[in-house]
């Protein structure tokens, strides 16, 4: 009695699946915060489109079970028996189709909010753009009297020993240029932070709210002067002992004065005998009596 239905819900379940593996890949295209507005554009209709997909393909299903459960209910004990077992075997397991609209349902819900986020994404593209067009309308000249070091803003790419020297570069150049709006710093920001420090703020809108958000992001991850500290003491450590070549030599103490430098800096007490039996260890064959000859700045070792 539902062989026609069962029919029908074989190539609707398997439409399902694909418009389920089709979601997902566009789920995972989200374009990032930089993108141009074009390409919002697209990622949203193409998930507009996948939602309709998935929406027409439940409904699909939805029409049929309800017509099998129908037949189930009109059927004498015996054929209702039959029946059910044979909607169990449809409906049921792993891969039945319960599951797949359980995981469609899922799936419409991620859709629509990626909807809301791409949307919202393009009506503040189009704001951004809108106030840029007018303040360059507005003022023509305002850029021009703004003053940075040409080809020499500081870039950053998550490590946390370079982050001092990066900050205090950017600090002046860019974060307290009266002349920059705070888009205009945000998006320096952008171009200066690379690999691994760039992911922590790429989803993030290029808004005046969010620079700031995106600045302590960064500053609490990379400018905790206690983790820099420890993991300076650790390259110091790691750092290869000096072998009798005079290159060796000079590559081992240029390095360990790097770190000592950076490390009396941040108000670390360098007399402290760990640092001491640590480098002696590092300048072997007398050479750490004349290291301690070239660095009486540093105090007594």
Not at 2 to 15: C, D, E, F, M, N
Not at 53 to 72: F, Q
């Amino acid at each position: 009695m539902s062989g026609p239905i069962r029919q029908s819900l074989g190539p609707a379940k398997s439409t399902l699946i694909r418009a389920i593996a089709e979601a997902k890949t566009i789920l995972d295209e989200r374009p990032n915060q930089n993108e141009e507005i074009e390409n919002w554009t697209h990622w949203v209709q193409k998930l507009k489109n996948a939602n309709s997909k998935l929406e027409r393909t439940l409904s699909r299903i939805s029409t049929l079970t309800e017509n099998w459960t129908k037949v189930i209910v009109q059927s004498q004990p015996e054929q209702a028996e039959r029946e059910n077992s044979l909607y169990e075997a449809v409906a049921g397991g792993e891969e039945g189709l319960l599951v797949k609209i359980e995981e469609a349902n899922e799936l419409a819900v991620d859709l629509g909010t990626s909807i809301e986020i791409g949307e919202n994404a393009i009506r503040q593209k189009s704001i951004d753009s809108d106030r840029a067009s007018s303040i360059r309308q507005a003022t023509p000249s305002r850029h021009s009297q703004i003053r940075l070091p040409k080809n020499s803003l500081p870039e950053f790419y998550g490590d946390l020993n370079l982050w001092p020297s990066f900050w205090d570069n950017y600090r002046s150049a860019i974060h307290e240029n009266t002349l920059l709006t705070d888009i205009d710093r945000f998006n320096y920001l952008n171009g200066c932070v690379k690999g691994e420090a760039k992911k922590l703020i790429q989803n993030y809108f290029i808004t005046e709210a969010n620079y700031h958000i995106a600045i302590n992001k960064l500053r609490e991850r990379y400018g905790d002067e206690e983790r820099i500290k420890a993991n300076l003491r650790a390259e110091l450590r790691a750092l290869p002992p000096a072998n009798k070549f005079i290159n060796s030599i000079r590559l081992t103490t240029d390095n360990i004065d790097r770190i000592i430098q950076q490390l009396q800096q941040m108000g670390e007490n360098i007399n402290q005998s760990f640092i001491s039996s640590v480098i002696e260890k590092k300048c072997q064959n007398g050479f750490f009596l004349n290291w301690k000859k070239l660095n009486k700045s540093y105090g007594k070792m």
